[in-house]
Each structure stands twice: as structure tokens, then as C-alpha cells.
């Protein structure tokens, strides 16, 4: 199956009603976030469908489908990605992630980020320097920065915190929402696993954090200690 065919398929599932509706939900409008994305209109589990038949496609034809100009395909590349990964050896993993680093641009709202860059940066960073992690958290690219924290959930399921609230510590001042509101959620992460750790980093730093920021890592505390937070009373 070519490349024109894999796009022939989506077409084939393409919702003008829904693709509007996403347009409008992922900011595609000018000075938004996703500014000229195009959306053909397909969920998710209908793209998890199709990653099973795509993955014997090599990872030349999968890149240009990542650079395809539509959001749905360059999701299908990235589930296409992570299911490669996953079941692949030390050498795919290597190309994979290599792969993954060189086409960030292309990674380029957050759900193509949050499907991905646990499975893929983080996992293949879980027994090596993570100082990969760092660059990409000082980096001016918001999606870069967004692939940082995200790809600490990989660590968080295993137990493991430190990654994110280092991390979280440098990304205290991000202006973007979209960043703000990622630490926030692997900060809770941590906290469901681990509440000390959580509330220790939210100790020093819940004064001076964004709000949108301890309001996603806190969204799961009792009310009465939300309250506490949300007036700096703790």
C-alpha cells in the first residue's frame, strides 16, 4: 500500500461536520496555537484502528506521512511511531527516537504530543541521560517544550519522579497556557502515585506558580485543602 493510498483511506473516513468542530477546538485560527492546521474531520480510535495495517510501512514512508499538511495524518504517523517502537528492537528504537527529535516541528499541537512523547522520548531516555529532556525544555518551541514534561509520564508510571519535578521547577514561569497546564498534570500524576512528593514541590512553589498551573495539580485534592491552596493559606 503506497503513500497515496494510506491518504486515500483517511479521506475515506473524513467528517466535514466534525473536522469543523476541530478546527474551531484545536485553535487552527490566525495567532491561535494551531494556526492553518487542517482537520478532515476523523477520531482518534478510528486512526487506532488502521495503525496495525501500517506498521510493516518503513520509517521513510511514515516521516512523509508525519510531514503531511493534516492533522489526522501526522497523528497516524506518530500511533504508527509509538506501536513501531514499542514492539521494535534496540536499533528501531534508536531510529525512532532520532526520527522523532529531527521532525518536532511537525509535532505540532498537543495531542499529537501527548500521544507520543511518553512512549517514545521517554521511554527510550529510561536508562540513559536525560539531559535530551533539558534541552527541550529551554527550547523557544512550545510544542518542544510541551514533548519535556510530557515525556516524564513514562517515568511517573514507573515510580520514578525526579525527571518531572525538575523539569516542572524550570518551567514554573512559562507563559503558555498550554505548558502551564502540562506541569500541572504531571504534577498531579505524581501526586496520585506519590502525594508527598507532589505536596513537598507545592510547598516552595505554590505562591509564586502559574494559577492555571496548581489548579490542574491540585484539581484532585479534597475541596477543603483545594481551598487552602487557591488562597495561600497552606
Request: charged share 25%; with cysteine; net charge positive.
Amino acid at each position: 500500500m503506497s503513500l497515496n493510498d494510506i491518504h486515500k483511506r483517511l479521506q475515506s473516513l473524513a467528517n466535514p461536520e466534525y473536522a469543523a468542530v476541530s478546527q474551531r477546538f484545536f485553535k487552527t485560527g490566525p495567532g491561535q496555537y494551531g494556526e492553518g492546521d487542517i482537520f478532515i474531520g476523523i477520531r482518534v480510535p478510528a486512526l487506532r484502528k488502521l495503525v496495525p495495517g501500517y506498521c510493516g510501512r518503513p520509517l521513510p514512508e511514515i516521516t512523509r506521512l508525519l510531514h503531511s499538511p493534516i492533522h489526522e495524518a501526522r497523528m497516524l504517523a506518530l500511533l504508527i511511531l509509538v506501536r513501531k517502537f514499542a514492539a521494535g528492537n534496540g536499533t528501531l528504537k534508536k531510529n525512532i527516537y532520532h526520527l522523532y527529535l529531527k521532525n518536532t516541528a511537525f509535532v505540532n499541537n498537543w495531542d499529537l504530543v501527548d500521544c507520543s512523547a511518553e512512549h517514545v522520548i521517554g521511554a527510550y531516555l529510561w536508562d540513559k541521560s536525560r539531559a535530551p529532556l533539558y534541552r527541550l525544555a529551554r527550547s523557544k518551541d512550545l510544542w518542544e517544550r510541551r514533548i519535556a514534561i510530557l515525556s516524564t509520564f513514562h517515568y511517573i508510571k514507573h515510580d520514578a519522579f525526579d525527571e518531572t519535578l525538575a523539569l516542572s521547577r524550570m518551567l514554573l514561569a512559562d507563559p503558555e497556557d498550554l505548558i502551564q497546564k502540562a506541569v500541572g498534570w504531571m504534577l498531579r500524576e505524581v501526586g496520585k502515585r506519590h502525594l508527598e512528593s507532589e505536596t513537598s514541590f507545592l510547598k516552595k512553589h505554590y505562591r509564586t506558580m502559574p494559577r492555571t498551573m496548581l489548579r490542574y495539580a491540585i484539581e484532585k485534592f479534597p475541596e477543603p485543602q483545594r481551598q487552602r491552596y487557591l488562597k495561600g493559606t497552606i
